[in-house]
């Protein structure tokens, strides 16, 4: 079981709609962070939530959606220790995790659709960080991270 912490603005809330279910039947912990209608919102406050729930440990792995997900992506690594990939592909969902043990996934409705989706979450949530030389690639982001934050 994953404990994946999901959030969305207006234009991926009917995706999150049919993805919170899906995940909980799979046995997934999952913690809707909203928004909780297709009403316009501004989608920050919502990525940085489901950041601060994996940085802070009550996550495993979050997922944040969005129109095209790319400023839902930008908005996730705004949290320091998340590393939010926009993967609107099988491709690259597996390289995300496996190179660069990606966890936040990032994906936009209004470029994949249901099918697509559960198939990237999927392979997203079992695809396993690869370590090796990867794993220094993935410190020395850390280390900028750091050094821009002045920690």
Same mark, same amino acid.
Request: aromatic share 4%; with cysteine.
């Given at each position: 079981?994953?404990? @994946?912490? @999901?959030?969305?603005?207006?234009?991926?809330?009917?995706?999150?709609?049919?993805?919170? !279910?899906? %995940?909980?039947?799979?046995?997934?912990?999952?913690?809707? %962070?909203?928004?909780?209608?297709?009403?316009?919102?501004?989608?920050?406050?919502?990525?940085?939530?489901?950041?601060? =729930?994996?940085?802070?440990?009550?996550?495993?792995?979050?997922?944040?959606?969005?129109?095209?997900?790319?400023?839902?992506?930008?908005?996730?690594?705004?949290?320091?220790?998340? +590393?939010?990939?926009?993967?609107?592909?099988?491709?690259? =969902?597996?390289?995300?995790?496996?190179?660069?043990?990606?966890?936040?996934?990032?994906?936009?409705? +209004?470029?994949?659709?249901?099918?697509?989706?559960?198939? @990237?979450?999927?392979?997203?949530?079992?695809? !396993?960080?690869?370590?090796? +030389?990867?794993?220094?690639?993935?410190?020395? %982001?850390?280390? @900028?991270? =750091?050094?821009?934050?002045?920690?």
């Amino acid at each position: 079981m994953t404990r @994946i912490a @999901i959030g969305a603005d207006h234009a991926g809330y009917e995706l999150k709609q049919h993805l919170v !279910p899906r %995940l909980r039947g799979l046995g997934h912990e999952v913690t809707d %962070l909203g928004t909780n209608s297709a009403e316009s919102v501004d989608y920050p406050p919502y990525c940085a939530a489901v950041g601060r =729930a994996v940085r802070n440990g009550e996550a495993d792995l979050g997922i944040v959606l969005g129109g095209s997900g790319q400023g839902e992506q930008l908005a996730a690594n705004k949290v320091h220790g998340v +590393r939010a990939a926009l993967c609107n592909d099988l491709y690259t =969902a597996r390289m995300a995790r496996s190179h660069n043990d990606a966890n936040v996934l990032s994906m936009g409705a +209004r470029v994949v659709g249901e099918g697509l989706a559960e198939e @990237i979450v999927d392979l997203f949530l079992a695809t !396993p960080f690869e370590g090796g +030389r990867h794993q220094r690639r993935v410190e020395q %982001l850390m280390a @900028i991270e =750091a050094e821009e934050s002045g920690n």
